[in-house]
């Protein structure tokens, strides 16, 4: 089945610096679509950035990712960092088959 | 901001208990999704319907745990006998189709095993 890795469980910066989130994944169709969600102590999960199409980058709030199919990549990125962006972030992967694989999330924690 | 809605926010359970938990999945939202959120934060992948037929679903759902999406009902899920491992977040999802859209969740159900 898919598989989406992220590598860094746990990212703490300086307010004002910049934010890159890794995120590779792993699946056997040529055309996944590649998600953001971003979640927040006691609120719901919810969608930050999504893309299919390869090499065209996609922005939202601030936040912008690019799918590079040759590289399996999602990487999300911001230019810099606010302390409300402190929260989970989780990428993830669908094909056909409905079912959403995530990766195991980040913790980023920005601080003053 | 989603409007799934799932009840109980908040559940205990002894081992060996049974657990139940709904969802009302976002309206005109015909697929279902239920993930476990565990300690290390990683969401695991449970079980998914489409109307009331389940779509996929993992092998430890298929022993210990029950879901159903009733026509007109609450969607839920059970754990027919609660372990100490089952303590998590249980989050439900919604979405318009069955790929490639954005899904919703709902705030989840956090579910304490003593």
């Known amino acids: 089945g898919d598989s989406v890795t992220q590598t860094e469980g746990l990212v703490t910066l300086t307010e004002g610096l910049p934010v890159m989130l890794n995120c590779t994944y792993q699946t056997i169709y040529s055309n996944p679509f590649l998600f953001w969600y971003v979640h927040y102590l006691n609120e719901s999960p919810r969608l930050l950035l999504k893309s299919s199409t390869d090499n065209k980058r996609t922005e939202h709030q601030g936040f912008h990712a690019t799918l590079h199919k040759s590289s399996s990549s999602f990487h999300l990125q911001k230019s810099s960092a606010q302390l409300s962006d402190s929260a989970l972030y989780y990428c993830?992967?669908?094909?056909?088959?409905?079912?959403?694989?995530f990766g195991g999330g980040t913790r980023l924690t920005v601080r003053p | 901001n989603s409007k799934v809605i799932q009840t109980p926010r908040y559940l205990v359970k002894g081992q060996g208990q049974k657990a139940k938990m709904r969802c009302i999945p976002e309206?005109?939202?015909?697929?279902v999704f239920w993930y476990q959120q565990n300690k290390n934060n990683e969401f695991k992948f449970l079980i998914n319907f489409q109307n009331q037929e389940v779509l996929q679903q993992i092998d430890m759902t298929e022993k210990r745990f029950s879901a159903e999406c009733p026509s007109n009902s609450p969607c839920s899920l059970e754990i027919q006998s609660s372990e100490a491992g089952d303590s998590a977040l249980y989050l439900c999802a919604s979405s318009l189709s069955r790929a490639n859209t954005e899904v919703f969740f709902g705030k989840g159900t956090r579910l304490t095993v003593v």
């Open positions: 993830a992967c669908n094909n056909a088959g409905a079912k959403l694989t």
């Open positions: 309206k005109g939202h015909p697929v």
